[in-house]
């Protein structure tokens, strides 16, 4: 399925009688299931944080954002819709609308990675007044990014659909990358002075593990938009292995989750039938019952 650019608007870039079209090579599938199966780990996720009250927890709720936006960006994405068909003929303005919110979620996808790392970082290794603020405002704050996601791809859309050349969600895109880079760097550093100069305990690792995890996945993709960018050159073949690695991401984010944190493995398993809550609680109470006889 080919999707066409129809020129239905006043841009001169368009040539009224060339049909644009988006082929579909082998790579794109490969891409499009990647992105389904990712589609798929995120609902997972949001929903067992919607479900379940004990994972309701402060930074899961950052987590189920985070993972809401994926949802959004692997739904949306070119080689998704071009794969399946959804769309038979795209104007110039709802390629507009398309391209630019799609970059401005992925913008708040990394503010919410972003996020997710500081309030580990001051619960984990901050003070108990640093972190009791963090719990007070995380559903503001989570508030506050959605809003700005809206309002950043509104005003790049009308940006786009008035034919002035200003990517203003792809730049934040860039910035944002760039600065989580520096963030999660300064954060493993005072984190290794904390642990090994200062001996503090973490209370847990899952989360760190989880942002690199994110980090390391989509670093191909974001090093050739930076080298397409800066040095103006084609990554179009590596782009599109590159988009294949960045998709998963959601895939391992699920295998981390089941295997690192037992409330999440808990849940999960009940949900799906794997463990019933009666199973659990008779062998508590059988192993209750052999602690006494003993």
Partial sequence: ?????????????????????LPVSALDVVNSISAVLSCIANAIIVFLVL??????????????????????VLVSAPVTVNLFGWVD?????????????LNGILFGNLVFVTIFLIDWYS???????????????????????????????????????YNYSYPLTLMSYFIGYLT??????????????KVYLFHSLEKSKVELVLVVSYF???LPNCACLYVELLLQRSTYGIMDGTYCVGYINACVLLVILYCYDSNFKKCFRRTFGLESELSSEDNNVKNARNSVLL
């Fill in 89 to 101: 003929e795209i104007s110039f303005e709802v390629l507009c609308i398309w391209e630019e919110t």
């Fill in 180 to 193: 989580m880079f520096l963030i999660m760097l300064t954060i493993f550093i005072l984190r290794c002075v």
């Fill in 1 to 21: 399925m080919d999707i066409v650019i129809a020129n239905l608007s006043k841009n001169p870039t368009f040539d009224g009688d060339q049909v644009y079209v």
């Fill in 123 to 161: 619960v984990t290794l901050g003070t108990q007044n640093c972190a009791n603020r963090c719990g007070n405002c995380a559903k503001v704050i989570n508030i506050i990014v959605w809003v700005v996601i809206m309002v950043l791809s509104t005003a790049s859309v009308v940006l786009c659909v």
């Fill in 216 to 218: 390391i996945c989509w």
């Fill in 51 to 72: 479900k379940w009250t004990t994972l309701r927890t402060r930074s899961n709720i950052y987590l189920a954002s985070w993972c809401l936006c994926n949802f959004f």
